[in-house]
C-alpha cells in the first residue's frame, strides 16, 4: 500500500511562488507514475502535471506551462512541483496522485493512489 502526503500550501500573493511536496511511503513508490491536479471550490478535479517514474517525461496542462515545473527525487521518494508566477485562478486544493500503470494520462481515474490535498490560496 502507497501513502502520499502533500505539504507546502499556503497563502501567496500573486506572482509569487511556491513548492508543493509529495512525500511517498511504500515499497512500490519510485515504481509509480505521479501527477499532481487540483480542484477548486465548485469545480472538477483537473490535471496540472504528471511525471514518469524515472521522471524523464514530463507534461503540462497548458495553463501552468512555463510557471509549473514537476520533478522527483526517488532517493526521498517525494515529487514537487515547483510553482511561479502564480495567478489568482491557481487558488486551489492540490493533490498528488500516483499510477501504477506503466504511463498514466491527465483522467483522476487513471490513478491508484490519492493524497490529502493542500491549500493553495493566491491573493490579489
Known amino acids: 500500500q502507497v501513502q502520499l502526503v502533500e505539504s507546502g500550501g499556503g497563502l501567496v500573493q500573486a506572482g509569487g511562488s511556491l513548492r508543493l511536496s509529495c512525500a511517498g511511503s511504500g515499497r512500490t513508490f519510485s515504481s509509480l507514475y505521479m501527477g499532481w491536479f487540483r480542484q477548486a471550490p465548485g469545480k472538477e478535479r483537473e490535471f496540472v502535471a504528471r511525471?514518469?517514474?524515472?521522471?524523464?517525461?514530463?507534461h503540462y496542462a497548458d495553463s501552468v506551462k512555463g510557471r509549473f515545473t514537476i520533478s522527483r527525487d526517488s532517493a526521498k521518494n517525494t515529487v514537487y512541483l515547483q510553482m511561479y508566477s502564480l495567478k489568482l485562478e491557481d487558488t486551489a486544493v492540490y493533490f498528488c496522485?500516483?499510477?501504477?500503470?506503466?504511463?498514466?494520462?491527465?483522467?483522476?481515474?487513471?490513478?491508484?493512489?490519492w493524497g490529502q490535498g493542500t491549500q493553495v490560496t493566491v491573493s490579489s
Open positions: 496522485a500516483g499510477s501504477r500503470s506503466v504511463v498514466a494520462g491527465i483522467w483522476p481515474p487513471e490513478y491508484d493512489y
Open positions: 511525471i514518469s517514474s524515472n521522471g524523464q517525461n514530463t
